[in-house]
């Protein structure tokens, strides 16, 4: 099984986009509010990607969460995976909301038994220097940049047995 672990904000969506979200609307009605505010757009995207590589490779991939959203109470399993939309059915889970972004990832392929994962966020800082699989997008066009969908679809039919190349996208 290959993972990968998404940011939403700058990476299925732009980051500016969440100033203009009510935050009281977004806890009493997640689902309506993703849907008004077009949040987890670039979705679509990545799905296309890892169904191809899926269909190319046989891998199976599944989506885990690391979004600073696996910390509000509204944000369920159940609202996640359907507001991921066309990647729900690959939803895996969130990693463990107490923990920084990089530990709590090390912590869900530890206990889940994942040893082929990439990373998708748009900030650099969250993780340390050198960190292997990574990709970090622009926080304006996240994963519609198509360098972004490229290094995404060399990590998915990349052989398990290859070593862990760095990949970041600046």
């Known amino acids: 099984m290959k993972t990968v672990f998404l940011d939403f904000d700058g990476v299925l969506h732009p ?8 935050r009281v609307a977004l806890s009493m009605n997640p689902l309506a509010t993703v849907a008004k505010h077009k949040l987890l757009r670039w979705a679509p995207l990545v799905e296309r990607v890892l169904a ?18 696996r910390k509000s109470s509204w944000a369920t399993n159940a609202v996640l995976r359907d507001a991921l939309g066309p990647l729900g059915h690959r939803f895996l889970g969130v990693t463990n909301p107490q923990m920084e972004r990089q530990a709590s990832i090390l912590d869900l392929c530890a206990r889940c038994e994942i040893e082929d994962y990439l990373i998708v966020d748009d900030d650099r800082m969250a993780f340390a220097p050198g960190s292997m699989n990574l990709i970090v997008t622009n926080p304006l066009v996240g994963m519609s940049d198509r360098l972004c969908l490229d290094e995404l679809r060399s990590w998915a039919t990349r052989s398990a047995r ?6 970041a996208v600046p």
């Open 52 to 69: 191809e590589c899926t269909e190319q490779t046989g891998d199976e991939f599944t989506i885990a969460v690391h979004s600073s959203w």
């Open 15 to 22: 980051s500016t986009v969440v100033l203009d979200v009510d």
């Open 162 to 167: 290859q070593t862990a190349l760095p990949v």
